[in-house]
């Protein structure tokens, strides 16, 4: 194997390509993928329980909750994305390590903060420096899908508030009218229908959830991009086995293909299940249900 993939008589164009694509840098190439699949698995959910918490906090009779759910939706959705990926992950980062600092080096006598540099005492940082490559990555990763859903959580949010308006309020009245204490009204009337206002805005949300994962190559995580870039770049036969020139159009049109076909799988899904919600309601698209199964 070893002489068919390096003898330069043997390797044809086929056979060339199946040993340079084959190598251990592309097999982490192809890993990434599913770290990308595996972070919107993971931030998907997460953002959603954010956002129906700070909806429900921004539509709560408690003054100060309310003020701190329209805050969280209002100062997040109000600054650049960017910018709260990069505060979050160095905010967790030092956050977590001061935590660990105060409970682990009780005697550390010399302060944190010192100018612009953050100390902590070894015990204290993390990852370790003697910890493994892979909890690196791991950790590295959670902070990336913690960020990922504090920020989409706050969209999300403000989806879910709209949606829970959206729903007729006579709807809410019959039902305590009907004997319902206002968390029954709540479970029972109002969020089984906030779904159907809202899943429009929470489609767009997945989209643009999807376009957002190339930030993980920001964020320091060796994502699809980062080897898009690193392997399509000029490779000499000083440096490789495998020397070529600029392919990273090649790469990065790969990555086009792939982010269209995911979003287009997408949009079936939510079509569907927007169909699903929206039978035997009272909505636009209830109704033309209605009126195509009565034509």
Same mark, same amino acid.
């Given at each position: ?146 960020? =990922?859903?504090?920020? #989409? ?5 403000? +989806? /879910?508030?709209?949606? %829970?308006?959206?729903?007729? $309020?006579? @709807? ?85 293909? =792939?982010?269209?076909? #995911? ?5 079936? +899904? /939510?079509?569907?299940? %927007?169909?699903?919600?929206? $039978?035997? @309601? ?14």
């Amino acid at each position: 194997m070893f002489s068919y993939c390096t003898d330069p008589d043997t390797l044809g164009t086929f056979r060339w390509l199946s040993c340079y694509l084959t190598t251990g840098v592309h097999m982490s190439f192809y890993i990434a993928f599913f770290k990308v699949l595996l972070l919107l698995a993971i931030t998907a959910p997460v953002a959603l329980g954010f956002g129906f918490l700070g909806a429900m906090a921004a539509r709560s009779r408690i003054a100060p909750l309310r003020w701190f759910g329209k805050t969280y939706i209002a100062l997040v959705r109000g600054v650049p994305d960017i910018a709260f990926f990069l505060f979050f992950v160095i905010a967790l980062d030092q956050a977590f390590e001061f935590l660990r600092h105060k409970v682990m080096c009780p005697d550390w006598d010399q302060p944190i903060r010192q100018g612009s540099d953050f100390i902590v005492c070894q015990s204290a940082k993390l990852p370790l420096s003697t910890a493994p490559q892979w909890v690196h990555e791991t950790y590295g990763f959670s902070l990336a899908v913690i960020t =990922f859903a504090i920020v #989409f959580g706050a969209f999300a949010a403000n +989806v /879910l508030f709209g949606g %829970m308006r959206a729903v007729p $309020h006579a @709807q809410l009245e019959t039902a305590e009218a009907y004997g319902m204490s206002h968390r029954q009204t709540f479970w029972r009337v109002l969020v089984p229908q906030m779904w159907v206002y809202a899943l429009p805005g929470l489609s767009n949300l997945w989209m643009v959830l999807i376009k957002a994962t190339p930030l993980l190559f920001l964020l320091g995580i060796e994502d699809i991009v980062y080897w898009a870039r690193e392997l399509g770049g000029t490779k000499t036969s000083k440096f490789t086995a495998y020397p070529h020139g600029d392919w990273r159009m090649w790469y990065f049109l790969f990555l086009l293909v =792939f982010y269209l076909a #995911f979003t287009r799988v997408s949009e079936i +899904v /939510l079509e569907r299940l %927007m169909l699903k919600l929206t $039978h035997g @309601q009272a909505t636009a698209g209830g109704e033309a249900q209605r009126k195509a199964a009565t034509s």
